[in-house]
């Protein structure tokens, strides 16, 4: 496994580096200003306005990180040719592609961790306590980017462009947030070749929307204890089945 960790921290390095990760993180500071901004001039509670307005962009914009990252940086590798020098070492390739990964979920998860403190911290400024809430629902959010990272790498494992591979990561992402619109033609009313279909969808596709946590939190509602382990389950067996795969076909495709 330390080679596996060599890989991730200078997958880590590499993001970091990425100019165009602080374009996405300034984007998505001045998204939490516009939502005071919007908060303070709303009808009812600002602080649940800026509360939610803010934990989306959170979401939105880690999702968008885990994409541009995850598409880009092993093409970089693949044009660069710097994957050749990688693979010519005592490097397995499962090892490469779970590495690329636990490098882009460290970087997630240091983003995530960075906007969640500060929104935190922000907003205790003005409630004059820490609201907790903020902490579970950007966690919540940190393991959907763990799934949108392993499509991301599976896609890179697969295609040849980084257009592509985001194409189809952000497609996965979107069904995925849209699932719950599937239970419509689940019901016996629909015809079965539409029932089939929603079914196998319903079973391949991930369930993201379990892990919107934000608005329900900031509504007031109480989560059952099991759905922080019951996602963190989900995601982890999800992300895992999605690595499998990409090795698989990471294993058999020729570098030139």
Same mark, same amino acid.
């Given at each position: 496994?330390?080679?596996?960790?060599?890989?991730?921290?200078?997958?880590?390095?590499?993001?970091?580096?990425?100019?165009?990760?602080?374009?996405?993180?300034?984007?998505?500071?001045?998204?939490?200003?516009?939502?005071?901004?919007?908060?303070?001039?709303?009808?009812?509670?600002?602080?649940?306005?800026?509360?939610?307005?803010?934990?989306?962009?959170?979401?939105?914009?880690?999702?968008?990180? =885990? #994409?541009? &990252? %995850?598409?880009? *940086?092993?093409?970089? !590798?693949?044009?660069?040719?710097? /994957?050749?020098?990688?693979? @010519?070492?005592?490097?397995?390739?499962?090892?490469?592609?779970?590495?690329?990964?636990?490098?882009?979920?460290?970087?997630?998860?240091?983003?995530?961790?960075?906007? =969640? #403190?500060? &929104? %935190?911290?922000? *907003?205790?400024?003005? !409630?004059?306590?820490?609201?907790? /809430?903020?902490?579970?629902? @950007?966690?919540?959010?940190?393991?959907?980017?763990?799934?949108?990272?392993?499509?991301?790498?599976?896609?890179?494992?697969?295609?040849?462009?980084?257009?592509?591979?985001?194409?189809?990561?952000?497609?996965?992402?979107?069904?995925?947030?849209?699932?719950?619109?599937?239970?419509?033609?689940?019901?016996?009313?629909?015809?079965?070749?539409?029932?089939?279909?929603?079914?196998?969808?319903?079973?391949?596709?991930?369930?993201?929307?379990?892990?919107?946590?934000?608005?329900?939190?900031?509504?007031?509602?109480?989560?059952?204890?099991?759905?922080?382990?019951?996602?963190?389950?989900?995601?982890?067996?999800?992300?895992?089945?999605?690595?499998?795969?990409?090795?698989?076909?990471?294993?058999?495709?020729?570098?030139?």
């Amino acid at each position: 496994m330390s080679k596996v960790a060599a890989l991730a921290l200078n997958t880590t390095r590499e993001a970091i580096r990425n100019r165009v990760l602080y374009s996405i993180l300034a984007f998505a500071v001045l998204m939490v200003g516009v939502s005071t901004v919007l908060g303070s001039a709303s009808i009812g509670d600002p602080i649940r306005y800026i509360k939610d307005f803010s934990l989306m962009s959170i979401s939105l914009f880690g999702v968008i990180i =885990a #994409v541009v &990252l %995850g598409v880009n *940086l092993l093409h970089q !590798e693949l044009s660069n040719k710097t /994957i050749l020098n990688t693979l @010519s070492k005592p490097v397995a390739r499962w090892q490469f592609v779970l590495g690329k990964f636990a490098g882009l979920l460290l970087t997630s998860t240091a983003v995530i961790a960075g906007m =969640a #403190v500060g &929104l %935190g911290l922000f *907003l205790s400024l003005i !409630e004059g306590r820490f609201d907790p /809430i903020i902490l579970v629902a @950007s966690f919540a959010s940190l393991l959907e980017i763990m799934i949108v990272i392993a499509f991301a790498v599976f896609f890179s494992s697969v295609v040849v462009t980084p257009t592509l591979a985001g194409m189809f990561t952000i497609g996965c992402f979107i069904a995925g947030r849209s699932t719950q619109y599937l239970d419509y033609f689940l019901s016996e009313d629909t015809g079965w070749v539409l029932r089939s279909l929603a079914r196998t969808l319903n079973a391949l596709l991930p369930r993201l929307d379990h892990f919107l946590l934000g608005d329900r939190l900031v509504h007031g509602e109480h989560l059952d204890p099991s759905t922080l382990p019951y996602l963190i389950g989900y995601a982890v067996f999800y992300s895992a089945a999605l690595l499998l795969l990409a090795v698989g076909f990471f294993s058999r495709r020729e570098f030139r």
